[in-house]
């Protein structure tokens, strides 16, 4: 019997599950949760068995949960808690994962303390907000002033009752770092990709490594251990479909960050038989639900 799976984007996740996974059984269709009008009384979306990851936009994504009623491979829940990188790091120390140096602040804070804070990590210090994606809001100051300066920006956006998260990150800065997001599925490694930033942007002194911000993702034979520490933060979080980002020098490895929404990459930067293994999960989950697959 055929699945039908829904899938809340139309970027490149969309574009490669629908035809893979359609090979596979599963018909992949869209679901669009926002910049639209949505009906509360009745659905205006397909009948679907199960959904990919939950909406990003919680409120919508309510609506969309409640009309769709069918099982999430990431639910909310997952999503919330990858969402949240205090969160996230404070789960993988306690669990005696290595992660940077870190501080949380809860806005508004002293600027005394928050200097102090960002002495006691380490200059320079990376500021990032507590909730955002793709790098948005991530700066690297390298003294008291520009700390100030950019928690001044932080204070003003806070100010606006409606932004519900006001905390952001005080976090040591690894310099000369490789930069790896690992996809870990139903807890085992599928693959790796290392990102960088091309030459000229390093030469204009850029340093973030994000691939919405210009980074370039090339597929990488991850080292065994590391491909451990990936599934330990997983296993730890729970998640099913995570993606971990790891930052390795010459003497450490941490986990910087976690992305229950991670994009999906070309087939060729994963293990031989990675859709196999997607098709896989999306069935567990269906049936998880009563759903004949």
């Known amino acids: 019997m055929s699945v039908r799976l829904a899938v809340t984007t139309r970027a490149e996740t969309f574009e490669r599950l629908h035809p893979a996974l359609g090979d596979r059984g599963i018909e992949v269709v869209h679901v669009q949760p926002d910049e639209r009008v949505l009906p509360v009384a009745e659905s205006p979306f397909p009948d679907v068995d199960v959904g990919w990851v939950y909406p990003s936009r919680l409120m919508e994504g309510a609506v969309v949960d409640s009309h769709l009623g069918v099982p999430w491979v990431n639910g909310r829940a997952d999503i919330l808690a990858s969402r949240n990188k205090a969160g996230v790091l404070t789960r993988l120390a306690a669990a005696d994962l290595p992660v940077p140096a870190t501080r949380v602040v809860s806005n508004p804070a002293s600027e005394t303390t928050v200097g102090e804070a960002a002495a006691a990590v380490g200059w320079p210090v990376v500021i990032k907000p507590n909730s955002t994606t793709r790098g948005v809001g991530v700066a690297k100051v390298s003294e008291p002033d520009s700390v100030a300066g950019v928690t001044d920006y932080l204070d003003l956006v806070h100010d606006y009752r409606a932004t519900g998260d006001r905390s952001y990150l005080l976090q040591e800065y690894l310099p ?34 994000n691939v919405h911000r210009g980074a370039i993702a090339e597929s990488v034979d991850l080292d065994p251990e590391l491909r451990r520490l990936a599934e330990r933060a997983a296993a730890v979080l729970d998640v099913d479909l995570l993606g971990v980002d790891l930052l390795v020098t010459d003497d450490r490895a941490v986990i910087s960050e976690t992305n229950a929404r991670p994009t999906v990459d070309d087939a060729e930067k994963y293990v031989d038989g990675f859709y196999d293994r997607v098709a896989e999960l999306v069935r567990e989950t269906a049936a998880g639900a009563g759903v004949e697959t």
Request: aromatic residues 8%.
């Open 176 to 209: 000369g770092a490789t930069d790896y997001r690992v996809m870990v599925l139903d807890g085992t490694y599928v693959g790796a990709v290392r990102r960088r930033l091309p030459d000229e942007r390093l030469a204009e002194g850029g340093w973030k490594h």
